[in-house]
């Protein structure tokens, strides 16, 4: 069984700074892309940044400049760094991975880490 676990979140002035990471543990044969996504109260669901097996990186336009994703593949973990947060940012940042773990690809989610960016 594959899980995804957040840690990193919490309570922050606006212009301070956070850092997300993500560990995927369990049954695993290979990680493809990783990426983190958030939801606010209200909203649908966004993509945050993605990041490849090999290191490519993609970023909402809301967050460029601001956020660097990246990744230990030693660890099978991510990391979001979070710099200028503004209140908008505010919001639960959702783990996202490609694995194939028991003989197929899926997609799996972690619970959710709650991120408040105080104006």
């Known amino acids: 069984q594959v899980q995804l676990v957040e840690s990193g979140g919490g309570l922050v002035q606006a212009g301070g700074s956070l850092r997300l990471s993500c560990a995927a543990s369990?049954?695993?044969?290979?990680?493809?892309?990783m990426g983190w996504y958030r939801q606010a109260p209200g909203k649908q669901r966004e993509l945050v940044a993605t990041i490849s097996s090999g290191g490519s990186t993609n970023y909402a336009d809301s967050v460029k400049g601001r956020f660097t994703i990246s990744r230990d593949n030693a660890k099978n973990t991510i990391y979001l760094q979070m710099n200028s947060l503004k209140h908008e940012d505010t919001a639960v940042y959702y783990c996202?991975?490609?694995?194939?773990?028991?003989?197929?690809?899926?997609?799996?989610w972690g619970q959710g880490t709650q991120v408040t960016v105080s104006s």
């Open positions: 996202n991975a490609a694995i194939y773990s028991e003989y197929e690809w899926d997609n799996y």
């Open positions: 369990g049954s695993i044969f290979s990680i493809n892309a």
